[in-house]
Every structure is written in structure tokens, then in C-alpha cells.
């Protein structure tokens, strides 16, 4: 069964699309292995994680795989029935961790509830699915000395670009989200910024006009098949101007974030 649309999401076909994204991408892998190297990642065993927006558990199960150290707790909290499930398998079906436990809530209905008991905290790639107040609430009340790691696209990265055209509300919330973190004071948090490159699979090669749709579609928040030829040309050249070796380059920014008082 594949989640009902909800409001947060940029297009029907969204879930589909972001699926098919990751698998043509390695985004999960270089996420995962970029979140483990950071300074104040816990570096002893019988961590116990927090996972916001955790959609299918895909990425977290990667972090769990990969690290060096016992992950003895996972939270996973998301909205969707229907994902959460499927992180819940995923996490469970590989037996490593022993307690995983589901919060079937949006973000703003849990904080600060979930981030008790945990030592680490993971916002990958939800910024722009979070309304403006939700985000803010989201940092100011994150534990004391607990780090969060807040993924998002880079402002000049392929996403952004295409989104000041095509999608105008999450490309509102990216920057926004940004300059949040940024105006961040710094007698309060601590702020440690690093870059995320990933690698997407050129959709603008491939002879399936399905697939290559679905793949514009998640670049650009926006149904492809909606746009007519001009706006469509227009992403495609903007896409063919980061493709390297026939891959798409992906620039995402990765906050460390540690609330001191």
C-alpha cells in the first residue's frame, strides 16, 4: 500500500518519485558516512537515536550498518502510517538493534516529548516539509548538549535552483530554514557547518520517458508532465549544466547543532 497524499508533500506522485531518487542516487550512503565523521557524533556504545521524519528508515538503517560504535535505541517519528511501517521493518529486519520504538506524529505534536532519552538527533532532508514556526520550535527545544544533524539542499546546489522556478514555497522554506540556523546566537548553540556531495544517475540519458519524468519531478518539487515544453526545457538545461560523468552532482549543507544553555 503507498501513503496517502498529504498536504506537506509538493505533488501526488511525490513518494513514488523521491523512491525511485534514492535509488538512483547514493545519497543515503554519503549521508550516512558524512553523519558518522562529525565531531559530536556520540563515540561510545548503546547510542540511542532519534530520527525526525524518518520516512522509510532507509537512511537510518545505512547509520546503523555503518556505525563503529553499539546503536542500542532507535526512535523513529514521522506522520505517515504507512512510511513508518516500512522504516519499522527496515530497521527491524536486519536484528542489530534490540528497543525501536514509532511515533505516528508531525514534529510540532512530539517536541519536546521525543527527544528525551536520546543522544543523537536526525533531521535529514525535512526542513523544507516543516512550516517555518515547527522548524524554529524544533531547535529551540532540543535538549541540552544533545548534537542534531539538519540536512538540507545547498542554496546553490541543483535543487535550489530549479526550486526558485518551480517550486516557490519549499524554495521559500530552504532559505529561510538557512538563515535560521545561521542567526543562530552563538551564546546559546553551538553551529558546526559541513557539505554533502551525492551523485544521481542522469536522468536526462535515460530513454524511459516515465522514468526520466519521475526524476524531474522530485528535482524540481513539481509534476513535470504540468510544465509545459519552455518550463521543461528550462530545467533540463539547468540540470545538464551539473552533470559530471553522467551523473547529476548533489550539494546538501549539514548543520551540527548542540544547544549549550
Not at 547509520?63 to 516500512?86: C, F, R
Not at 538527533?121 to 522548524?135: C, D, M, R, T
Amino acid at each position: 500500500m503507498k501513503p496517502s497524499f498529504r498536504n506537506e508533500w509538493p505533488m501526488d506522485s511525490y513518494i513514488s518519485s523521491w523512491k525511485l531518487f534514492r535509488h538512483m542516487s547514493d545519497e543515503n550512503t554519503q549521508t550516512a558516512r558524512h553523519i558518522l565523521t562529525r565531531d559530536s557524533w556520540p563515540k561510545h556504545n548503546d547510542i540511542s537515536i532519534l530520527d525526525i521524519g524518518c520516512g522509510d528508515g532507509l537512511l537510518i538503517k545505512q547509520i546503523i550498518t555503518k556505525s563503529k560504535d553499539a546503536i542500542s535505541k532507535v526512535y523513529l517519528l514521522d506522520p505517515d502510517q504507512e512510511l513508518i511501517n516500512q522504516a519499522h521493518l527496515h530497521v527491524t529486519e536486519i536484528s542489530i538493534v534490540d528497543n525501536v520504538h514509532v511515533f505516528l506524529n508531525k514534529i510540532e505534536e512530539k517536541v519536546p516529548d521525543c527527544y528525551e532519552n536520546v543522544d543523537v538527533i536526525l533531521a535529514v532532508h525535512v526542513a523544507y516539509l516543516l512550516p517555518e514556526n515547527s522548524f524554529i520550535e524544533m531547535i529551540n527545544k532540543l535538549p541540552l548538549k544533545i548534537p542534531i544533524y539538519i540536512v538540507l539542499d545547498n542554496p546553490n546546489s541543483i535543487f535550489t535552483k530549479i526550486w526558485k522556478h518551480t517550486a516557490k514555497k519549499y524554495y521559500s522554506r530552504s532559505t529561510k530554514s538557512h538563515k535560521i540556523i545561521k542567526g543562530l546566537p552563538s551564546y546559546k548553540f553551538d553551529v558546526k557547518e559541513s557539505s554533502i556531495n551525492s551523485c544521481l544517475s542522469n536522468p536526462l540519458s535515460s530513454h524511459r520517458e516515465n522514468i526520466k519524468d519521475s526524476i524531474l519531478s522530485i528535482l524540481c518539487y513539481a509534476d513535470v508532465r504540468d510544465m509545459t515544453i519552455q518550463e521543461k526545457s528550462r530545467v533540463e538545461k539547468e540540470i545538464a549544466r551539473v552533470v559530471v560523468d553522467d551523473k547529476v552532482i548533489c550539494e546538501s549543507a549539514c548543520y551540527e547543532i548542540i544547544r549549550k544553555r
